[in-house]
């Protein structure tokens, strides 16, 4: 892998018009991802889902270089339908397309960002191989007290063109003072066997609210890490929804640091899977001052021999008294074969705190399924309407009722 | 002196449990193949007994010693250990209680312990009239006649080898961590229990009533064996505090239970936890592991963890036979400087199988606590069930508290439930209390002690009193 790795570096370097200082800054990153390698089975952050071995067994060897010259079609198609957005294109690893056609144009500023790097905070090596072969990113600005009138989609397409190849995508995004943000990620892939890596990065200013709806449900057999940082200051909202189920292989990753006091975040996920699928959300909510608060709901319904994992950990640190902490993960598992592992943890050092979590995985309740059958449903149609009763529950906690509608459409949940 | 008097002086000591004989035989420092060799010779230890020792060692070589848990600790220099001295003879020891810390005798003071116990836990000479071996000794005669063996393990290896052989390493193998390998190289002594087919124990087992219990040292090794049908209540420790020179404290304890038998292992842990600054304290890196091995077999472990300045230990059931049942209730308590690293592992291997887990910890002063915990259901564990509850209590914002509960389940026939939760003592309650007559300190007391009463519970009787005690007294100091 580490001629591939030379080889492609060496051709992004030559195609992108870059300072001395951002190759330099490049090529820091590449000797340290490949020094570390994808992340395997003994990091500890990776203990259930062993992205080396996965890549290895999926994929085989990949190529990192990408032509950012060559252009692509817009499939209009994929565009969805009923409700008025913004759209950003992603075909491949190149940004088709970023219209703002419903916003007034002074209140939104999209920032070519030349320079590569700030750090995350995020200690695995996918974030320097983000750095090392991102083309281009772009940062997006909501100026003070400017409220987004419709909801942004961004639209993660692939095509034929690419095959086993790495593909990274990083976006920024700055809410100002009082404004808000909708984003809403869709993934649309006719690719097979390819490794995408995004990494998003949210910076939310006092008052601003942040609401980010993550949509896998298209059946594909690409691999993908997702990685959210989002940092709140004072009285700010961040509510991060994730719908995981249609990639072979996807890890959603949430990092936010509530840094201003009464600031809250919200995630709440659903994992809906069939065949060997694996999926995982990993989240890290850092309360680092007072009066700061989270709650997560993740939810579970695994078919055949598909494995779903869930680490969620609450960090608060001394100064953060009177932290309302809250985590609850629940599955069902359908099938023998099936498989749901959970770690879900609390680190506290503050005394004041009201922290903690649950979780629960088994079967479908067979009592339950006796009533609605004693009540004239077919044991098919008992399990459905328990299964969705199950999973509406998340939906419900989408606060956008618009987006709400879309959601529960794209999953055919029944009210 | 006479070869007379050199008998007599010998009888002298052996009465407290060592023979003269050992008496200032060290071996050298440093641990390598010779050491072992001596450690089995002294012994007087068969052949296939020093094997399963180099076996041990030869695994050790290869291992690194683990680095992932919590409370971090400076590097040990396993050469720099002496891995056998004999026992301390009487001159070394505090002649009279006067001598002792007075901290201590006040510690013992409120516990209610009583002095000839004071004594014996400070190895001081105890007269002959309180003499504890002489109890040991009646009731060794009614363990004998319902044919219980209860003895050191080095014992056992002379006198029951078919049984050591067959169970000893049968549960933590030669090849497991780094510890626990550690131990299986250079074990001194510890308990060996077997409770023969449909006997059920007349009595509670305890390392208090066997002679030469205490100063086994560092790396004590211990196994009860219950046979079908049998059940027995094992104590281990004392609510009164030890205090010991030997920093690190490396036992095994393995448990075997065959169909239908069960065991109840209860500890009280309250080694030395080092003085208000953290410097010294004991390292208390234990492996713990019951093995189910028989149908409807049971496990249930409690432990009250009070003392020492590390605390690593994750008392584990291997649930394999069907319908077998693991229980895990555990109290954890850490004040000033010290730190915990604690819970358990229920794996489910055979049908139907329960585990339960209850942990209880609560941090005061500048310490730092974790649960964690393993519940694994195996694809081949049908209909089996998990419950989990772990709570968190924290006093002051200098400590912590961290809960990393690992679940797995791998069959979609069975259930894991867990539930975690951290918070202080209200403001409220603390009022009530204080309004009804009582000091801020009796308040808390009072309050943790309903914290951990699901846990207390569990211990044996005369056990819970003195345990509900040292609750209170672990938290002196950790109010206002």
Not at chain 1, 290 to 314: M, P
Not at chain 2, 89 to 98: E, I
Not at chain 2, 216 to 239: M, N, P
Request: include cysteine; proline fraction near 2%; charged fraction near 25%.
């Amino acid at each position: 892998m580490k001629e591939q790795l030379q080889k492609d570096f060496e051709n992004i370097i030559r195609n992108l018009n870059l300072s001395q200082k951002d190759i330099e800054i490049k090529k820091f990153c590449l000797s340290n991802f490949m020094n570390k390698g994808f992340p395997n089975k003994k990091e500890e952050d990776w203990k259930f889902s062993d992205l080396n071995q996965i890549i290895k067994k999926n994929i085989g060897e990949l190529s990192f270089y990408s032509d950012y010259s060559s252009t692509n079609k817009v499939d209009t198609s994929v565009f969805v339908d009923g409700l008025e957005h913004n759209k950003i294109v992603f075909i491949n690893d190149r940004i088709e397309k970023i219209d703002f056609d419903y916003e007034k144009k002074d209140q939104i500023e999209i920032i070519d960002q030349s320079e590569t790097i700030n750090k995350f905070d995020n200690n695995n090596s996918l974030s320097d191989l983000n750095n090392a072969f991102n083309n281009k990113s772009f940062k997006i600005l909501v100026k003070k007290g400017y409220q987004l009138a419709k909801p942004l989609i961004i639209y993660h397409t692939t095509n034929s063109k690419i095959w086993s190849k790495n593909i990274n995508l990083r976006l920024d995004f700055e809410l100002d003072k009082d404004s808000s943000l909708k984003v809403i990620d869709l993934f649309k892939d006719t690719s097979e066997k390819n490794f995408l890596n995004i990494f998003y990065n949210f910076d939310l200013k006092e008052n601003a609210v942040l609401k980010n709806y993550k949509v896998d449900r298209f059946e594909n057999k690409n691999i993908k890490y997702f990685f959210n940082n989002i940092e709140q200051d004072k009285n700010s909202i961040s509510e991060t929804f994730i719908l995981s189920s249609g990639s072979n292989f996807i890890k959603n990753e949430i990092n936010c640091d509530l840094k201003g006091e009464y600031s809250s975040a919200f995630v709440n996920g659903i994992f809906s899977l069939k065949n060997d699928k694996h999926h995982e959300i990993r989240t890290t909510i850092n309360h680092l001052t007072e009066n700061t608060k989270s709650y997560q709901l993740i939810k579970s319904v695994l078919e055949e021999s598909s494995k779903a994992v869930y680490q969620g950990k609450i960090f608060v640190n001394s100064k953060a008294q009177k932290t309302d902490g809250y985590q609850l993960s629940k599955a069902i598992l359908l099938n023998k074969e099936a498989e749901f592992n959970a770690k879900p943890e609390l680190e506290i050092y503050a005394d004041d705190v009201k922290c903690s979590h649950g979780s629960a995985s088994g079967s479908l309740n067979e009592e339950s399924i006796f009533y609605l059958m004693t009540r004239g449903l077919s044991h098919q149609q008992s399990r459905e309407l328990l299964i969705n009763g199950f999973l509406l529950d998340v939906v419900e906690k989408i606060t956008d009722s618009e987006i709400k509608n879309l959601i529960k459409n794209m999953i055919g949940i029944k009210e | 002196m006479d070869s007379r008097q050199k008998k007599i002086n010998n009888l002298k000591d052996y009465k407290y449990g060592f023979s003269t004989d050992i008496e200032n035989i060290q071996a050298p420092k440093g641990l390598n193949e010779d050491v072992i060799k001596f450690i089995s010779n002294i012994k007087k230890e068969p052949e296939w007994m020093l094997k399963f020792r180099l076996k041990a060692f030869e695994r050790f070589k290869v291992l690194k010693e683990p680095d992932w848990q919590k409370p971090k600790f400076p590097k040990i220099d396993y050469q720099d250990i002496y891995y056998y001295s004999a026992p301390k003879s009487m001159k070394d020891k505090p002649k009279s209680l006067d001598e002792l810390d007075p901290k201590l005798l006040e510690t013992y003071k409120k516990l209610g312990i009583p002095l000839q116990e004071q004594a014996r836990l400070n190895g001081i000479a105890v007269d002959a009239v309180f003499d504890s071996v002489s109890v040991a000794t009646t009731f060794k005669d009614e363990l004998t006649k319902q044919g219980i063996i209860f003895c050191p393990i080095s014992e056992a290896i002379q006198n029951h080898p078919e049984l050591v052989k067959k169970y000893l390493g049968s549960v933590i193998p030669t090849s497991d961590h780094f510890f626990a390998t550690l131990n299986s190289a250079v074990f001194t002594d510890g308990s060996f229990v077997y409770i023969p087919e449909g006997v059920r124990c007349p009595m509670e087992l305890s390392t208090y009533f066997r002679i030469n219990a205490s100063n086994t040292g560092q790396f004590e090794r211990t196994l009860i064996i219950a046979d079908k049908g049998s059940y027995v209540s094992y104590l281990e420790g004392c609510t009164a505090p030890m205090r010991d020179e030997n920093q690190l404290h490396a036992a095994n304890v393995e448990l075997v239970a065959l169909d239908d038998a069960e065991i109840k292992y209860s500890t009280v842990q309250n080694w030395y936890p080092g003085d208000k600054d953290g410097k010294g304290g004991i390292y208390n890196f234990v492996t713990k592991r019951g093995l189910c091995k028989g149908k409807n077999s049971k496990i249930s472990w409690t432990q009250v963890e009070t003392g020492s300045a590390i605390t690593w230990k994750y008392p584990s059931c291997i649930l394999k036979g069907d319908n077998s049942v693991g229980e895990f209730y555990s109290i954890a308590i850490t004040n000033n400087h010290q730190k915990a690293d604690t819970g358990t592992k229920m794996i489910h291997l055979g049908k139907n199988t329960k585990s339960k887990i209850i942990s209880k910890g609560i941090s005061a002063g500048s310490s730092d606590m974790t649960y964690r915990g393993l519940v694994d259901i195996s694809s081949k564990a049908k209909n089996s069930t998990n419950y989990t509850q772990c709570d968190s209590l924290l006093m002051g914002n200098k400590c912590g508290a961290h809960t990393v509960p690992y679940i797995k389940n791998k069959n979609s026939e069975s259930n894991i439930a867990h539930e975690a939760t951290t918070s202080k003592i209200s403001e409220e309650q603390l009022h009530y209390c204080q309004q009804r007559g009582l000091n801020a300190e009796e308040a808390v007391g009072l309050i943790v002690n309903g914290f951990c009463k699901e846990v207390l519970q569990q211990l044996p009787m005369e056990f819970a009193v003195e345990a509900q005690k040292l609750v209170g007294i672990s938290l002196e100091g950790s109010v206002g």
